[in-house]
Structure formats: C-alpha cells, structure tokens
C-alpha cells in the first residue's frame, strides 16, 4: 500500500475550504482543521480540531500545508490575515512540512490594462488588498527565516465564491465606465480551482513548485456581463464610482508551465458553478 502526502488544509469550514472537499483529489490524504467538530465531516481524510492561532497539536508527519484561513472585507479584522498565514507558516516548520501554500488575492495589484505579473509591483486600491499585500511580506519572511518553502496564491475571483455569482437572486447591478464597457476579471470555477490547487500541491511534495508567489485563475480576462448572460442574471448598470478598477486581469503564464489550463470561457466557467452548486 502507498502512503498518501498528508495535506493539511487551515479554513477547513470556509467557503473555499469546503469548496476544496468537495473535488479533492484521491492522490493526497488531507487533513482538514476546523475549529469545532463539522456538522458534517469531509467525505475524505481526517479531521483535526484546533484553533491554528493556538498550540500546534500533534499531527503527524505532515508533507504540505494549505492555509486557506482568513478574513474578508466586512467579515472581521482583516489584520487577522497576516496572524492567520503566520500561524500557517508555523504549522509547517512545527509538522516539518515541506512546503506552506498561503491563500493571497489579485487585490494586492490594484488594476492595469496589461496582465499583472507575479513580478509586478503590487499597489492594492482596498483595504483587503493591503491586508494581502502585508500578509504575504510577514508570512514569506518567517518562512525564510524558518526554513519551509513558501507561496503566495494570488487567487482571481473563483466562481461562486464571489461577490457576482456568490449570492442567490437572479438579479446584479454592474458598474459601465465611461467608455460603455463593465468590469473585466480573473476567474476560474470550482473544480478548475480544486484541479489546480491539488495539481499543485501534489507538485509542491516532490518539489516542483518554488515560486514565491504565483497568480491562479484560468488565461485571459472575463466580462462578468458575460458572465450573468451565461447565468440568466438580469443586468442594471450604474455609474461607474472613481475607485471602481475597469480590469485587473493576471498573468497566469508561470501556472501554464506547470500544468494544462483552458482558456476562461464565460459559460464553461457558469457551467462549472452550477455543477458545484449540485454538490452542495
């Protein structure tokens, strides 16, 4: 028999954290942290029960840690970020995890007509985006002092677990800029999220993936007009406010070398929500 890599994922019971159990791979043995005991525990792997900003509990060996664990506009301190990834950090060096994968945003780049690059300045316009940008400096610095591989995932918009195709309703109202256009993003769906994540993860264990930080959303751009179409959403536009960013779309060029990536495609990616909506 084969022993798995252990995974550990931080944020077990967030929405990307339960999004992830719903597609993980069957070629890792994960090991999700929730705080309290689930309602209803992942069809895969163990459960550990901890809080990742207390004592680090025995674990085991594990091979990688995913810290999916933070805070979002509206939701708390968006501080606890950067307290979050430490402790992430701290989880791999304490378990002699080979590698840490920290859960970061495109909002740390702010907006630029070309596709931002991992090398890019970063020049966050939110206040989440200076709580990312920060997040990654603190946590990537204790990871070189601590010895442990580290990246940052600047993850684009993942499809429903957004603010456009998040919430129930059939109705959005979008802002259009002053050349007629509306936004224009990073995306990727739910089990093109879940693929890449576990496809890098499994790369991350045999030492394949090094980067410092890496963008993950599919290649090019989406409408998120196109995106409602592809959904039946109703559109109302509105003007859109000076601090409104018309495209903030990632280089994902660094991700393609390791690892196939279709172009985004508005209504594969609808599709993709709606099948992850039918798990749930």
Not at 139 to 160: Q, S
Request: glycine content about 10%.
């Amino acid at each position: 028999m084969i022993d798995l890599p252990r995974v550990l994922v931080l944020g077990a019971n967030g929405r990307l954290g339960r999004m992830l159990a719903r597609h993980w791979s069957p070629d890792l043995a994960p090991v999700w942290q929730f705080r309290a005991a689930p309602a209803h525990a992942p069809r895969l792997g163990e459960v550990a029960i901890f809080d990742p900003l207390g004592p680090l509990p025995e674990l085991g060996h594990i091979d990688l840690v995913i810290g999916l664990a933070g805070v979002v506009p509206g939701r708390g301190d968006l501080a606890l970020n950067t307290d979050l990834a430490l402790a992430a950090v701290r989880c791999a060096a304490g378990s002699e995890a080979r590698h840490v994968m920290l859960s970061s945003s495109a909002a740390v780049y702010g907006a630029s007509a070309a596709p931002l690059r991992e090398d890019a300045p970063t020049r966050p316009v939110s206040a989440y985006g200076e709580a990312k940008a920060a997040m990654e400096d603190h946590a990537l610095a204790l990871a070189a002092r601590e010895g442990v591989a580290a990246t940052a995932l600047r993850i684009g918009n993942i499809a429903g677990a957004d603010a456009l195709l998040g919430p129930a309703g059939t109705e959005r109202t979008l802002d259009q800029f002053a050349d007629g256009t509306g936004p224009v993003r990073s995306y990727i769906g739910p089990q093109g999220f879940c693929d890449a994540l576990c496809g890098l993860a499994a790369r991350a264990v045999g030492g394949a993936v090094r980067p410092s930080h890496l963008n993950l959303a599919l290649p090019g751009g989406v409408a998120m007009e196109d995106l409602c179409a592809a959904a039946g959403f109703a559109v109302t536009w509105r003007p859109a406010p000076p601090s409104a960013l018309p495209r903030v779309v990632m280089d994902v060029a660094r991700l393609a070398a390791l690892m196939p990536l279709p172009q985004a495609d508005a209504g594969r990616i609808v599709a993709d929500w709606q099948a992850d909506k039918a798990l749930q």
